[in-house]
């Protein structure tokens, strides 16, 4: 389990917890931790006799620090979850009888649930099984990941250019990017729509910070749109879900609301036009 943190030491503790909670054993956690400080070290020292752990530094940047834990991983499944998520007990259990049953899959992903078990983020698809490389953004975000270490190694790690805090403007996408270069090099993904994953909702504010994360995460989206070649149609209608968000709120007189979408398609335009 790789885990890029920075800036959150309770969220932590409670990932740390469910990682020890799991009735699977056999956990290598890889904390890659982007802090300036050492807000860390006693949280790490706590867990110590719980848990196989290997604590790295790197500097910022989401892909970046995952890519650093990628160096130092030595499990033959390698998952990707976040500083302030939580899994289940049975989740690796799970995943682990998912592989078991089919050899054939390389990576499988699942859903998001928010404390209250409901779907927090994204739109699921309903039905599980193998997906292509087109519907990638129904099946699966990165902490919802769990993939073979050799698909990694044929396919290369994350695209450092992509997702937050890369220092470029497309400030999402990396995980889309990963499992499309997976399926486009004949892996086989399976999606099991009822493997959860905790993860707080996002609460948008309609202030000026979610306004920039709606802009910077919409041209991570049209950027990995672009690089890959999505069909035209597929791409229209990616691109324009957010304008008639917009254009709904707008009619609904939410005008903040308006803006938040309207940048998310204005980034998304952006980020595949350029």
């Not at 390698?78 to 998912?98: E, G, R, T």
């Not at 902490?143 to 050799?150: D, G, L, Q, S, Y």
């Not at 041209?219 to 070649?229: A, P, R």
């Amino acid at each position: 389990m790789v885990v890029a943190t920075i800036g959150r030491t309770t969220e932590l503790n409670r990932f740390l917890d469910s990682a020890v909670n799991q009735n699977y054993g056999n956990i290598e956690v890889i904390i890659v931790d982007q802090n300036k400080d050492e807000r860390l070290h006693e949280i790490i020292q706590s867990y110590q006799d719980k848990l196989q752990i290997l604590h790295l530094k790197s500097e910022s940047g989401l892909s970046k620090a995952r890519n650093v834990g990628l160096e130092q991983a030595t499990g033959c499944i390698i998952s990707f979850p976040d500083d302030d998520c939580w899994y289940p007990p049975q989740l690796l259990h799970s995943v682990l009888s998912l592989f078991a049953t089919a050899p054939e899959k390389d990576g499988i992903t699942g859903i998001v649930v928010g404390e209250d078990g409901v779907p927090s983020t994204g739109r699921w698809a309903s039905k599980s099984g193998f997906f292509s490389w087109k519907e990638v953004w129904t099946r699966g975000v990165s902490v919802t990941i769990f993939m073979k270490k050799n698909v990694l190694e044929k396919i290369g790690f994350f695209d450092e250019k992509l997702g937050a805090g890369s220092g470029t403007r497309w400030g999402s996408g990396e995980e889309s990017d990963l499992l499309i270069r997976a399926i486009k090099n004949n892996f086989r993904i399976w999606y099991q729509a009822d493997l959860e994953v905790g993860h707080p909702k996002t609460v948008v504010a309609y202030n000026q910070k979610s306004f920039d994360r709606s802009y910077l995460y919409g041209q991570g989206f049209g950027k990995v749109l672009q690089k890959h070649k999505f069909p035209f149609g597929l791409t229209l209608y990616c691109l324009s879900r957010p304008l008639a968000g917009s254009m709904l709120s707008l009619l609904q007189l939410k005008l903040k609301k308006a803006k938040y979408h309207f940048l998310g398609f204005w980034g998304r335009l952006k980020g595949w036009a350029c």
